[in-house]
Structures are given as structure tokens and as C-alpha cells.
T-cell receptor, first 119, second 112 residues
């Protein structure tokens, strides 16, 4: 149980185009999903917190107009990188919190990540 | 959130026990300690979580002294497949599900 998927697993795009990444909780409902970015040999950096049915909360320094987040259902959140540039190339990872386990032992489940390369 | 400090890297050999220590001097009363494992190009995977004393599961043990200012992840008899980056996170349980500040992590390299 508690599986989180991401699609696509990797994507290559041209500079200036927009890329959408999906994050799905497969066997549980997630009221909250999180988006992280990770550059090579660096740690994960939280970009934003996505709550179902409401606007995402972005971390300081993350451009909300560039990284559009939509959490339209309890099992799906999307991250759209608009007008992508080479410096946006990174590993994007989502995680989800199980709605049913507010006090569960492990409350955060991570997706496998999406490798974005902008040419 | 409490800041954590871990060794940047550690080397070990197959079959040995590995102990990775994390310092969290500013840990708050309601903070829990959670450890994650990450392989290259994969999302982090939960290993273990604890509040005090000792916690053990099928893959690891977590030792937390009485002052809770540090914690030690213990991996028994490591294998080559345990080569990964290990992260220690500290925060309230609800916050551990998000707004978690990942530190630099410890890169463990297991050699044959």
C-alpha cells in the first residue's frame, strides 16, 4: 500500500516550452501533496505544498507563476513548469500524505521522481 | 524546524554494522526523528521513525539518547545494495509529512 506514482519518469524539452508532471496516490487519498526539486548531488528542496481544492503554498524563492501546481482531486496533483529553461533542469519529486492516517507512523510517501532536461 | 547535522559520507564493507549519527541540538518537545534512504534517481524511502530511547524494525534500529539532541541510525550487516544517501529529519509528526527540511544527508558507500 501507500504507493505514489509520477508521470513521466523523464522528459526532455526545448527551452521555452511548458512541461506538466503528474503525481498520483494510487491506493490512498492524499489531502496534501508536496513538490520537491533536487539538483545533482544535492539534497531535496521543498518547492510547494499542495492541498486538494485550494491554492498551493510556495516556499520562499519559488516562483508560483513559473511552477504552476494544481491539486484537483484527492489522488492527483500536477506541477507545470512554464517556459522552461535549462536552469530548470532537475529531478522533481512529489510526496503525499495519507488522508486516513493523520497520526500514522509514516505520514509521507514519496514518488519515484521525474527527471526534467531542458535543452 | 530543527536543523540537523550529519556526516557527509561514510564508507563500510559488506557484512559490517553501520551507525550514522545525526545531531539536532534544537529539537523541540513534540519533534519526532525520521530517517529516509534515497537511491540515485529515486524518491526517498522511509526507514524508521522514533521519539525516544530505541526503535527497531526489520531493516534498522534507531537509538535516541535521553536528551534527544542526537540520534543514531544503525544498519546491521550492510550489503552493497545499502549504498545510498541517508537523511535525518526532525519535526512534529504532522510536519514530518511536509515542510520537512532535508539536510545534506550522509552518503553511505558499502564496499565488497
Amino acid at each position: 500500500g501507500a504507493v505514489v506514482s509520477q508521470h513521466p519518469s523523464w522528459v526532455i524539452c526545448k527551452s521555452g516550452t511548458s512541461v506538466k508532471i503528474e503525481c498520483r496516490s494510487l491506493d490512498f487519498q492524499a489531502t496534501t501533496m508536496f513538490w520537491y526539486r533536487q539538483f545533482p548531488k544535492q539534497s531535496l528542496m521543498l518547492m510547494a505544498t499542495s492541498n486538494e481544492g485550494s491554492k498551493a503554498t510556495y516556499e520562499q524563492g519559488v516562483e508560483k507563476d513559473k511552477f504552476l501546481i494544481n491539486h484537483a482531486s484527492l489522488t492527483l496533483s500536477t506541477l507545470t513548469v512554464t517556459s522552461a529553461h535549462p536552469e530548470d533542469s532537475s529531478f522533481y519529486i512529489c510526496s503525499a500524505r495519507d488522508r486516513a492516517s493523520v497520526t500514522a507512523y509514516n505520514e509521507q510517501f514519496f514518488g519515484p521522481g521525474t527527471r526534467l532536461t531542458v535543452l | 524546524l530543527a536543523k540537523t547535522t550529519q556526516p557527509i559520507s561514510m564508507d563500510s564493507y559488506e557484512g559490517q554494522e553501520v551507525n550514522i549519527t545525526c545531531s539536532h541540538n534544537n529539537i523541540a518537545t513534540n519533534d519526532y526523528i525520521t530517517w529516509y534512504q534515497q537511491f540515485p534517481s529515486q524518491g526517498p524511502r522511509f526507514i524508521i521513525q522514533g521519539y525516544k530511547t530505541k526503535v527497531t524494525n526489520e531493516v534498522a534500529s534507531l537509538f535516541i539518547p535521553a536528551d534527544r539532541k542526537s540520534s543514531t541510525l544503525s544498519l546491521p550487516r550492510v550489503s552493497l545494495s545499502d549504498t545510498a544517501v541517508y537523511y535525518c529529519l526532525v519535526g512534529p509528526r504532522a510536519t514530518n509529512a511536509g515542510k520537512s527540511t532535508f539536510g545534506d544527508g550522509t552518503t553511505l558507500t558499502v564496499k565488497p
